[in-house]
């Protein structure tokens, strides 16, 4: 006999009140391991989206981030500066 039929051996010897429990338990497993799943794969999306925004700033061109054109733009950049930021 294989797991599945032990189980159902079991369950057909328990009474209705059981068995109605049984199905709560069952109804939350399948449900603590449906939101693990969800939560990696929200994990993941979560990973891949900052890799990609970091490539993205990555390849940015320097050039343009270090002409102020503001005094604002200008102020920003002192402020980065003075805190050891090469830009």
Same mark, same amino acid.
């Given at each position: 006999?294989?797991?599945?039929?032990?189980?159902?051996? %079991?369950?057909? *010897?328990?009474? @209705?009140?059981?068995?109605? @429990?049984?199905?709560?338990? /069952?109804? !939350? #497993? /399948?449900? %603590?391991? *449906?939101?693990?799943?969800?939560?990696?794969? $929200?994990?993941? @999306?979560? #990973?891949?989206?900052?890799?990609?925004?970091?490539?993205? #700033?990555?390849?940015?061109?320097?050039?343009?981030? $270090? @002409?102020? #054109?503001?005094? !604002? *733009?200008?102020?920003?950049?002192? %402020?980065?500066?003075?805190?050891?930021?090469?830009?």
């Amino acid at each position: 006999m294989t797991l599945f039929d032990f189980t159902i051996a %079991k369950l057909q *010897q328990l009474p @209705e009140p059981l068995l109605q @429990e049984v199905n709560d338990f /069952i109804d !939350y #497993v /399948i449900y %603590k391991y *449906q939101a693990r799943a969800t939560d990696r794969q $929200s994990a993941e @999306e979560f #990973v891949r989206a900052w890799t990609q925004w970091f490539e993205t #700033v990555d390849h940015l061109d320097r050039a343009i981030l $270090s @002409e102020p #054109v503001t005094d !604002y *733009q200008q102020l920003l950049l002192d %402020k980065y500066r003075q805190q050891g930021l090469d830009l």
